[in-house]
């Protein structure tokens, strides 16, 4: 890992997704978010092991940081966990459906009780999937509470890609909502964002090993140094951060 | 694991998928496809190391089978080998298409000369994707002439769910092309098939960490024991084989 993180700003990491997906890169969704979300999966296992607690709460937004999440719980279940899925506002498009159907398959337990906080202290560890690099304010309901809790601290948070509520270059709000947001761990997902620079959190993993040299180099990013068979690195929490 | 491996024949191996992929089961192929090709990547990482020898060439037929050794040549890439592909019979529906050019993105070479075995002579270890458990006789050209060569011992050859030209119950017919082909090493996919008693390898892999118990229960599997984050499991080779 060089001494500097290349992040992506939102144009810039939308963009990349396109080209992932376009007629020449030749991905679909489908194998971007399975990708996605058993790295998320793994950053669970290397931050918050087995051991410390098998009950994952999942907090899943509308998109597609949401999707990551619903691929996650199913990986997460075949590792040992038990996860509990809290998505309150599906989205009816096939691959969401799909995953759901996934679950319920696996009888993974679905919670969408409006009290957000009962949910978080029947868990060990909650799941930040609601937003990703492409949110624009304001949060709506019931996401709001969702934020406010794990703001609160009541459980460890890991957040996939960018913590829910922060702007993908500033970082937290700099009032209301959100403001004191800062997740235990985090899971930057194919780049690192510009707001990781206030990201004040213990461990910070990268995941996306299908990044090839060329689209790296069109972004000016490095490829993390994965280790062995791991979908994921980790990244120091104080590395310098630049912005592409 | 159970000390009886059992083993599901083709017509329960396709209800299978087709359960998985059915409007209840919610699975596109896509993604039983990469979690399919991740873990012949996996198999190949614990059976020949990237310190064995890095260039592996993944013989790919025209149907699944290929697909799984078309999704596996790109993770092999992101472990730090180097893939050749041959894949003389290129199928044009998106998903091969777009697995295609995902290789092509990271400059793979594909190599479809008609003399597989100088190919062959080119790369450490071979890996068997032509055809699967829904394999009918005969084998068209040119993949006769690369059973010949896998046949021939010239390189070690990994077979992805079950050796090609093997029937799926009776394994390698009496006399002719294959009857005397045995691969080194082999990756189930899912679950064993009832040939592999006549598979006389050294190691024998399972792959498929995302059958759920239901599933399971419903064809008579077992789930394997999985450990730490690996999408496979090893089976001892001389463990009971029972068709289901």
Same sequence: chains 1, 2.
């Avoid at 998320?40 to 296992?45: G, L, N, T």
């Avoid at 609601?130 to 406010?148: H, M, N, T, Y």
């Amino acid at each position: 890992m060089p001494a500097v993180l290349k992040t992506l700003g939102a144009k810039a990491a939308a963009d990349l997704d396109k080209d992932l997906m376009s007629d020449e890169g030749g991905y679909s969704i489908d194998q971007l978010m399975e990708l996605a979300g058993l790295s998320v999966s793994q950053a669970i296992y290397k931050a918050h092991p087995p051991n410390s607690g098998k009950r994952i709460l999942l907090a899943c937004g509308p998109g597609n940081n949401g999707g990551d999440g619903l691929v996650a719980a199913r990986h997460l279940y075949h590792l040992g966990y038990e996860p509990i899925v809290y998505y309150p506002r599906p989205v009816h498009k096939p691959i969401y459906d799909g995953l759901v159907k996934q679950l319920h398959g696996l009888h993974i337990k679905f919670d969408d009780r409006e009290n957000f906080k009962a949910i978080a202290q029947d868990s060990d560890l909650i799941v930040d999937a609601l937003f990703g690099f492409s949110f624009q304010p304001p949060v709506r309901e019931p996401f709001d509470k969702a934020i406010e809790v794990m703001q609160s601290g009541v459980k460890p948070v890991l957040a996939v890609d960018t913590p829910s509520s922060w702007h993908v270059d500033d970082g937290p709000q700099d009032e209301g909502l959100g403001s004191k947001y800062q997740p235990d761990y985090l899971i930057s997902l194919t780049a690192a964002k510009p707001n990781v620079k206030h990201y004040k959190g213990k461990r910070h993993f990268i995941g996306g090993r299908f990044l090839g040299k060329d689209v790296a180099d069109k972004y000016g990013l490095s490829i993390p140094d994965y280790q062995g068979l791991d979908q994921i690195a980790e990244v120091p929490v104080d590395i310098k951060v630049e912005k592409l």
